[in-house]
């Protein structure tokens, strides 16, 4: 999957590289934006078409994703030399069908009512763009992996774009 040259690549094998990364590191980091980046660790559940993230109603990650939905995932695999970039709109889901099934009993030390308890709610974050680089799974596009290799959301498919050098 050594990107250069002309190379061309599968949008779906770069997807389940992001997808592996992600099920084997389940903490990240979440920055949300308001007035300036806010960037905290959190724990995620993943599912087909994106994350789920556990919070308070009370806390600043929902405030903020109540101003401006717009976020940042980052996860790192240091042992594989890896990290995954997510971009796209969070959503808040309140109802008790989905809290009920998203729930696990390790959040309960930090959401002591449960998913049934006026503290629990979730994020939801089905991305648009996906950012990553990978030594384990040589994604690492040219120029020698100065860049990361990225996906963009085309419908329900994924496309492979131009990372810009910055």
């Not at 300036?36 to 929902?62: N, Q």
Request: glycine share 8%; charged share 25%.
């Amino acid at each position: 999957m050594l990107i250069g040259g002309g190379s061309t690549v599968d949008p779906a094998e770069w997807y389940d590289v992001a997808r592996r990364i992600l099920d084997a590191n389940r903490t990240g980091f979440l920055t949300t934006v308001c007035g300036g980046a806010r960037t905290r660790m959190v724990e995620h559940k993943l599912d087909d078409a994106g994350i789920w993230f556990a919070t308070s109603p009370r806390s600043r990650k929902f405030a903020d994703i109540r101003s401006d939905p717009a976020v940042t995932y980052a996860v790192e695999d240091r042992a594989a030399g890896a990290y995954v970039t997510l971009y796209g709109p969070a959503t808040v889901v309140d109802d008790l069908a989905t809290r009920r099934e998203q729930w696990s009993e390790r959040a309960r030390p930090y959401f002591p009512g449960g998913p049934e308890g006026d503290d629990f709610v979730l994020i939801r974050l089905v991305p648009d763009r996906i950012e990553l680089w990978s030594l384990a799974d040589s994604v690492l596009p040219e120029p020698r992996g100065l860049v990361p290799a990225v996906l963009v959301r085309s419908g329900d498919d994924w496309a492979v774009a131009a990372a810009e050098r910055q």
